[in-house]
């Protein structure tokens, strides 16, 4: 197969989706690698790495995108590529459709088939494509908080950990998955009061466990949201249903119980943000503020920490890449355990139900498209 890797276009994105450790992989499997010039020096990875790699280097994204079979990027397709998706290619990266209309119809239009890494699962259900970008963008909630929390930046002033005779800081943490327990993890070892909200009683129970009652756990309601933010000097958003928009936990009339100058970082901003007042912001311009509330929405924060991301993103994604490339779709999908699950497009359908019922679509089961 002909695998294109095409430099990122989203604003302030610099991770690739392959290091050149991974094409190699993929040379090593007989498929022809086609890589953007320039694509890898965000993550500090040169052109002639990956030709040593076994790369054909390309000097436009065109160029890649029109003769690769198959495309694998980080980031979902910005609105100048989506002419560049059509019926024959399949494309390999981070969609998050339910918070992308435009796109999830552009995809429909063009009849390209969609594998979302975010929403692949392994035998027992959990999002092991998702997983290490959790891991890094819960850990760096917890470092933009402490940045945000200071006065030059914006926040209260307030120090993580405090001093002695001077209170630490309190941090609110939404949800107990990958990205909230890196967070509370790295709060916790700043010397930050934490308290988590979820609604699996059982993840309450095991981190209170694994992290030896340092954390208050609540149940996640409406109730012990709004009293928990009352004293917040921060809350992170980490909520996820996979494949679907975020629901909205903090409410615009919620923020005036916020103390002034607290610091609100949606992690799920991605997925439409947990937070209402969210809207997706960039590395260059992260924050903007409502009702004397911080808000910190950027929709692609491990792009900041690139080499880093990148080779822990392709630690989790080449086996699935080199399933696509060496079976084929329609057999990589049978014989892979959960990658049908990150089919969202295919033919012109969506082949995934949070992502049809987000945007009133019709429907197609993967093995019904498969077989059309």
Known sequence: MIIGIPREVKK??????????????????????????GAGTGSGFS??????????????????????????????????????????LILFTYLH????????????????????????????GKLPLLEP???????????????????????????MGGVPGVRPANVVVLGGGTVGTNAAKMALGMGANVTMLDVNLERLRYLDDVLHGRLTTLYSNDTNITDSIRTADAVIGAVL???????????????????????????????????????PTT???????????????????????????????????????????DLGLHDALN????????????????THPAVAQTFDLPYVAVKEALQG
């Open 97 to 124: 459709l339910a918070a992308e209309e435009r796109l999830t119809h552009a995809m429909i239009e063009r009849g390209v088939t969609g594998v979302a890494y975010e929403t692949v699962t392994d035998r027992t």
């Open 241 to 279: 249903i996979a494949g679907a928009k975020a629901p909205h936990l903090i409410r615009r009339d919620m923020l005036s119980a916020m103390p002034p100058d607290s610091v609100i970082v949606d992690v799920a901003v991605d997925q439409g943000g947990c937070v209402e007042t969210t809207r």
């Open 283 to 325: 590395h260059s311009e992260p924050t903007f503020y409502v009702d004397g509330v911080l808000h910190y929405g950027v929709a692609n924060m491990p792009g900041a920490v690139p080499r880093t991301s990148s080779l822990a993103l392709a630690n989790a994604t080449l086996r699935y890449a080199i399933r696509l490339a």
């Open 47 to 88: 052109d002639e790495e990956y030709a040593a790699a076994g790369a054909r280097l390309m000097d436009s994204a065109a160029d890649v995108w029109g003769a690769a079979g198959m495309v694998i990027k980080v980031k979902e397709p910005q609105p100048q590529e989506y002419d560049y998706m059509r019926p024959d």
């Open 335 to 350: 014989g892979t355990p959960g990658l049908a699950d990150g089919l969202n497009t295919y033919k012109g359908h969506v």
């Open 133 to 159: 970008m959790s891991e890094v963008a819960g850990r760096m909630a917890t470092q933009v908080v402490a940045q945000y929390l200071t006065k030059v930046h914006g926040g209260r002033g307030v120090m």
């Open 12 to 37: 302030d994105e610099y991770r690739i989706a392959l290091p050149p450790a991974g094409v190699r992989e993929l040379a090593l499997h007989g498929h022809d690698v086609l890589v953007e010039a």
